[in-house]
């Protein structure tokens, strides 16, 4: 592409690994983590939240994720249809440690856990890497401020 886009990285860290490009990008710019969220139904009154993508929020607030600058309810509006019926909500998170609780699932083991957070770490280094070598790059960023989380 003429100005330096590349969709297939652009669709595998909005459309897969979303979580891990908000943390990188949280810690590059050490703007808040915002995450799209939908309660879903277990059973027997139970319900757990998931996180159905994370990005993070400019200081104007601008939403910013691998893609850029999006206004939030532009995103809300385009993950809607995987909703369904379920209604989604956003929540922020001013820490990276807040968002890593946030997708913890309280039924599952600790050894369960600390997979899936060696996996979530390892995936995050690799974003930090795409937002260095390609989003800071490609998508012009007015307020860059580091986090120290």
């Known amino acids: 592409m003429d100005d330096g886009r590349c969709p297939d990285i652009e669709h595998h860290y909005r459309h897969r690994e979303g979580y891990a490009m908000a943390l990188a990008l949280h810690d590059a ?33 601008r939403g910013f994720d691998v893609c850029g600058y999006f206004d939030e309810d532009y995103l809300a509006d385009t993950m809607a249809f995987t909703t369904g019926r379920l209604v989604p909500r956003t929540e922020t998170f001013a820490s990276a440690g807040d968002f890593m609780d946030s997708l913890r699932d309280s039924s599952a083991s600790e050894r369960t856990w600390r997979i899936v957070e060696a996996n979530l770490m390892s995936g995050r280094e690799q974003a930090s890497r795409v937002v260095e070598e390609y ?3 490609v998508h012009h960023v007015e307020e860059r401020a580091y986090a120290l989380n």
Do not use: F, K, Q
């Open 135 to 137: 989003v800071l790059r």
């Open 29 to 61: 710019l050490g703007w808040p983590i915002t995450a799209l969220v939908v309660d879903v139904p277990m059973g027997m009154d139970r319900e757990i939240s998931h996180v159905m993508h994370a990005w993070v929020t400019s200081p104007d607030g």
